[in-house]
């Protein structure tokens, strides 16, 4: 769906840090935690008041809001209060205490619900006695916040960068969905009277570094940080037969291109230089492909479409620039396996077993230190989902990141303690495979996370490299390889498990992203690396933002 078709983001004015939201007589109501207000916020225009203006101190801190019937209710320290949202005096009634602070509050006929992270439980209550109905664990690891609709209870969790959908019931996980900004803190459905739509709105609320003009000082170019605060509608479309949900998505122009620049003497002849093209998965589809600077033919290795650049003789006094530019459709996907879902699974084929669980890529899988962590990893474990998940959280917990000009093996990585995302990566490869785990290396960029910088060029740093793991009976489901290692010692968010983020842009499967071959025969990239042939040129252009079908 095209951007006309989009619901407006929603920039709530003087707001410092957006901490719960909720929709009341066509308008949003946000706390702003930081500074108190209690802010009144016309969607279409951004027009705010401050609806506290005499006792705006007294909000300060609070982590989420609800309403109902005129009245407020409100999360503050490890209290729920209501108050009347019309009264010029700040006269709170408290309801209930739970054992610490409280981080989300939701009001739905007779009951009031709270979520405690600190517990790791979300509270049902009874709105007129206060007594404790029942109570759910809360399923992400962050502050979590709440809206109820009918017989779904929402939750949004600022670490996990997930909002996930519950049965109010039974406080069961129906599906997940991944937010396309990350530390979401707060929620909320906004009723459209034109189509009758429920849309899920979300506030964000994050620092963000910019360039700062400071006269004072030379040169007066510097780095510095500005809070980000806002509230985005939230797309989402869950598939249950295939057990996944996607969001939020984004029209890309992706451009690959090599700038022949030889370090060294070199003679080719007959030369095809390929270069493998984006394929087409559940959360990424190529809508078109055109080359750059020299038109290319087209193979397909494996199933995977490659670009063939073809040259009579390349040397060092060459210079050529070639690639492909493609449009792409990128959205998150999170996807909705069970470990109930793993038992009884079939046998692994033999084909897979000879591909997937080999050492194929310098693994040291007959490593003493890589074997024995293989079996410590899983520890009895038998369950192919939860030995998966055993393995990365052991990973995480002996591995910090630390980004290097070369990728070691799993063996020194984790001797040493430190790795890239390729050294992550080779760790669990190494101990999936040698705990019968198929899996296989994926990847390769990341545009920049700038949604809203529509039609500006956006240069990544690096490449990346994830993993795919294979559940006979589900296929292959994606880990990445160390974002989700943001807490020392853990818990672990799992937004990245068997989830991808709309910002990764995912190159050819199981053969290599680029080779050269002279007189039919591969160059071997010890002897003449690409690297020391050729500069790449990587480039994004978000061009609009998509909500899936």
């Given at each position: 769906m095209s951007s006309s078709n989009l619901f407006k983001t929603i920039r709530p004015i003087a707001a410092t840090f957006i901490g719960g939201i909720v929709f009341w007589d066509r308008y949003l109501l946000a706390i702003d935690s930081k500074s108190g207000y209690l802010l009144k916020v016309d969607p279409q225009t951004n027009d705010t008041i401050i609806l506290n203006y005499n006792h705006w101190d007294k909000y300060v801190g609070l982590t989420d809001i609800a309403i109902q019937e005129g009245v407020l209710w409100f999360a503050s320290g490890n209290s729920i209060y209501s108050h009347n949202i019309d009264q010029t005096h700040f006269e709170p009634f408290l309801f209930t205490n739970l054992p610490y602070q409280t981080s989300g509050v939701a009001v739905w006929e007779s009951t009031v619900y709270a979520t405690c992270q600190k517990t790791s439980y979300l509270y049902v209550f009874d709105k007129k006695t206060s007594k404790e109905i029942t109570r759910f664990r809360t399923p992400g690891i962050g502050m979590e916040k709440i809206t109820i609709r009918d017989e779904e209870i929402w939750l949004c969790d600022d670490l996990e960068q997930t909002v996930y959908c519950l049965d109010r019931a039974t406080g069961q996980i129906l599906?997940?969905?991944l937010t396309p900004f990350h530390n979401p803190t707060g929620l909320d459905f906004y009723r459209d009277n034109i189509t009758n739509e429920d849309v899920l709105y979300v506030s964000y609320s994050f620092s963000e570094p910019y360039v700062r003009d400071n006269p004072n000082v030379d040169p007066n170019f510097e780095l510095s940080y500005r809070t980000s605060t806002f509230v985005h509608p939230l797309y989402f479309h869950y598939d249950n037969e295939k057990k996944y949900a996607r969001s939020n998505g984004f029209l890309l122009e992706m451009t690959y291109v090599e700038e022949l620049e030889p370090l060294d003497p070199f003679v080719l002849e007959q030369v095809e230089w390929q270069i493998a093209l984006p394929v087409e998965t559940d959360r990424q589809?190529?809508?078109?492909?055109?080359?750059?600077?020299?038109?290319?033919?087209?193979?397909?290795?494996?199933?995977?479409?490659?670009?063939?650049?073809?040259?009579?003789?390349?040397?060092q006094n060459t210079r050529h620039v070639f690639g492909w530019r493609a449009i792409l459709e990128v959205w998150s996907i999170k996807y909705r396996i069970t470990p109930r879902d793993c038992e009884s699974l079939p046998e692994l084929s033999p084909e897979y077993a000879e591909r997937y669980l080999i050492d194929n890529d310098n693994l040291t899988m007959d490593s003493e230190l890589i074997q024995r962590a293989a079996i410590e990893s899983v520890r009895r474990e038998t369950n192919v989902l939860r030995k998966m998940q055993n393995i990365r959280n052991y990973v995480y917990d002996r591995l910090s990141y630390e980004i290097k000009p070369h990728i070691d093996t799993p063996e020194i990585a984790l001797r040493r303690g430190l790795g890239s995302c390729g050294e992550y990566l080779g760790v669990l490869l190494a101990l999936s495979r040698l705990n019968d785990i198929a899996c296989r290396t994926v990847g390769r960029y990341k545009c920049?996370?700038?949604?809203?910088?529509?039609?500006?060029?956006?240069?990544?740093?690096?490449?990346?490299?994830?993993?795919?793991?294979y559940i006979p009976g589900s296929g292959w489901l994606p880990i990445e390889s160390n974002p989700d290692d943001i807490v020392e010692g853990g818990p672990y968010p799992n937004r990245f498990f068997m989830g991808l983020a709309w910002y990764h842009a995912e190159m050819a499967k199981d053969i290599p992203f680029e080779r050269i071959f002279s007189k039919g025969s591969l160059v071997d990239k010890a002897v003449l690396s690409i690297g020391n042939l050729a500069i790449n040129h990587v480039n994004f252009t978000i061009l609009e933002e998509l909500r899936p079908d």
């Open positions: 599906f997940s969905v589809k190529l809508k078109h492909i055109e080359h750059i600077g020299i038109p290319f033919t087209e193979i397909v290795l494996d199933g995977q479409r490659v670009a063939v650049f073809k040259f009579d003789k390349l040397d920049p996370q700038y949604p809203f910088l529509k039609g500006i060029q956006l240069k990544p740093q690096f490449n990346h490299v994830w993993m795919e793991f």
